[in-house]
C-alpha cells in the first residue's frame, strides 16, 4: 500500500544540524521528494532523489535513502531560523504520472 | 517565470452549496494536478490534467471535478459541500505529462476553504 510518515515535530538550535526522517512502504518509489511549507504558502521543492541512488547533496541538504528500509532522511546543515517551516517528504511511481504521496509532514522550531 | 497563482486565497461556504477555484499555471507548464490539504496533514493528490483531459484521479468523489483550458488555467468544481471539504487546495504545474522522470511540481499558495 502507499503510506508515508514522519515525525511531527523538531526542535533544534541555531547553527545545529537538522535531521529529517521519512519512512514509506511502497517499494516502486522512483523518486522521493523534500518539500518545504512556510505559513501561508505553497509548497516548495527542496530537493529530490532517485530511488536507485543512496546519497544527493546540494548546499546546506544532504539526502540519504536506505531503500532497504524504505528510509529517507534530510539533513540541514548550520540550520538557521529561516530554515523554520514544516518539511514535507514525498514519493511518485513511475506508473502513476503527476501523482505525488506526502507524508504528513515534519514542523521544524530553529530556536536563536 | 509567473509562478502559479491560485484565486481566492480564502473563503467560507455553507453545508450544500458548491465552489469553484481557480489556477493559472506556470509560463510553459502544459500539466495541472490539484491536491488537497487538510489541517495538520500532508496534500492529497485529487486529479492532474493534461491538454484539457484528466489523466489521473486520486480517491476522491465525483463530485470534485475539474477543467483545464487552452491558455493552461484550470478550475477545480466542488459540488455539495461537506464541513470536511474544509482544506487547504493547491494547485501545481510541471511541464509535462510524463509518466516517467521526476514530477517536479511548481505549487500555487493555495485556496483556503471553510465550509460552514
Known amino acids: 500500500g502507499e503510506d508515508v510518515e514522519q515525525s511531527l515535530f523538531l526542535s533544534v538550535r541555531e547553527g545545529d544540524s537538522s535531521v529529517i526522517n521519512c519512512t514509506y512502504t511502497d517499494s516502486s518509489s522512483t523518486y522521493l521528494y523534500w518539500y518545504k511549507q512556510e505559513p501561508g504558502a505553497g509548497l516548495q521543492l527542496l530537493t529530490y532523489i532517485f530511488s536507485n541512488m543512496d546519497m544527493k547533496q546540494d548546499q546546506r541538504l544532504t539526502v540519504l535513502l536506505n531503500k532497504k528500509d524504505k528510509h529517507l532522511s534530510l539533513r540541514i546543515a548550520d540550520t538557521q531560523t529561516g530554515d523554520s517551516a514544516i518539511y514535507f517528504c514525498?514519493?511518485?511511481?513511475?506508473?502513476?504520472?503527476?501523482?505525488?504521496?506526502f507524508g504528513q509532514g515534519t514542523e521544524l522550531s530553529v530556536k536563536p | 517565470e509567473t509562478g502559479v497563482t491560485q484565486s481566492p486565497t480564502h473563503l467560507i461556504k455553507t453545508r450544500g452549496q458548491q465552489v469553484t477555484l481557480r489556477c493559472s499555471s506556470q509560463?510553459?507548464?502544459?500539466?495541472v494536478s490539484w491536491y488537497q490539504q487538510a489541517l495538520g496533514q500532508g496534500p492529497q493528490f485529487i486529479f492532474q490534467?493534461?491538454?484539457?483531459?484528466?489523466?489521473g484521479r486520486g480517491n476522491f468523489p465525483p463530485r470534485f471535478s475539474g477543467l483545464q483550458f487552452p491558455n493552461y488555467s484550470s478550475e477545480l468544481n466542488v459540488n455539495a459541500l461537506e464541513l470536511d471539504d474544509s482544506a487547504l487546495y493547491l494547485c501545481?504545474?510541471?511541464?509535462?505529462?510524463?509518466?516517467?522522470?521526476?514530477?517536479?511540481?511548481?505549487f500555487g499558495a493555495g485556496s483556503r476553504l471553510t465550509v460552514l
Open positions: 490534467y493534461y491538454r484539457e483531459e484528466e489523466n
Open positions: 509560463s510553459g507548464h502544459n500539466t
Open positions: 501545481a504545474s510541471r511541464r509535462t505529462a510524463s509518466k516517467s522522470g521526476a514530477n517536479v511540481l511548481t
Open positions: 514525498a514519493e511518485s511511481m513511475d506508473n502513476q504520472g503527476g501523482k505525488l504521496i
